[in-house]
């Protein structure tokens, strides 16, 4: 079932769960979290990134969106950091449901006008936005970009911002990174922080660089009112480790010999997030949900 992301999240944020937003740019990914999703009856989020997008044949977009339509349980399709309206057009004529336009390097009043001039676009044809207030860390060149220094998002400016732009989600800064920390570097979400945005506004919150934080502080987040989780390098990371154990017999050849066991290491930790964003089984609450013209 495809669906947008407003409907989709208002859901998550009325029943208190996160839907994990995973990013996929092959094949093997998409069926990986797709399964793992129809196996635990959770809501899904495919994310493309930009980035992944221009590594992958435009018919590839074409065939997510068929799978979701298809799919057993509630599927948005997403463009994970949207840079230019370009972009953000361009997905929409894809078909995705969903585009992410961040300016959140910008001023304030210049990250407004731009995610204003996406939404006013975008909600005319059915499509949620999300915008971002503050920046998220980096972890090195094999993770998303990101600041350096992770700049907080600021609890002042998240109403004039909802309110000035009219975005369906909002992320937020709150001491996540892109990609897999260093072992030097101990991550630490500010709840405190998060906390005080909840209690400002009612868009649903995203955490993005959600990829190796402690579980408790992943789960604490979520019964704060996170309900979108931004998962990108935990699965990757299963899955090509499993590539390399498995690539160490030099006969093998065949894909369908290699990757089986690659997906199924990427499903479990699939599976591992929907538990832990506690949306098992969440799938059953959207059986009277808007539905998308296919
Ligand atoms: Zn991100």
Known sequence: MLMNMKDLLAVAREHCFAVPAFNISSNMLLTAVLEASEEMQSPLILAI????????????????????????????????????LAQVMAAIQAGFTSVMIDASALPLEDNIAIC??????????????????????????????????????????????????????????????HGIYPKDRKPELKLELLKEIRSRVDTPLVLHGGSANPD???????????????????VKDAFYQKCREVLQNPTLREPNSIYPPCIAAAGAVARFKIDL??????????????????
């Open 277 to 294: 964003f506690n949306a098992t089984g969440k799938a059953a609450l959207y059986k009277n949900g808007r539905k998308l013209p296919a």
């Open 49 to 84: 990134h930009p980035d992944e997008l221009s590594f992958v044949r435009p018919s590839f977009v074409k065939a997510v969106v068929q799978e979701a339509i298809q799919a057993s349980v509630p599927v948005c399709i997403h463009l994970d950091h949207g840079a230019s």
């Open 216 to 234: 408790d502080e992943i789960a604490a987040a979520v019964r704060l009112g996170i309900n979108k989780i931004n998962i990108s390098s935990d």
């Open 116 to 177: 204003k001039q996406v939404v006013d676009l975008a909600h005319t044809v059915n499509v949620s936005v999300e915008g971002e207030l503050g920046t998220i860390g980096t972890t090195g060149p094999e993770a998303e970009a990101g600041a350096e220094e992770i700049i907080f998002t600021n609890p002042d400016d998240v109403v004039t911002f909802v309110q000035a732009t009219g975005v369906d989600t909002l992320a937020v800064a709150i001491g996540t990174s």
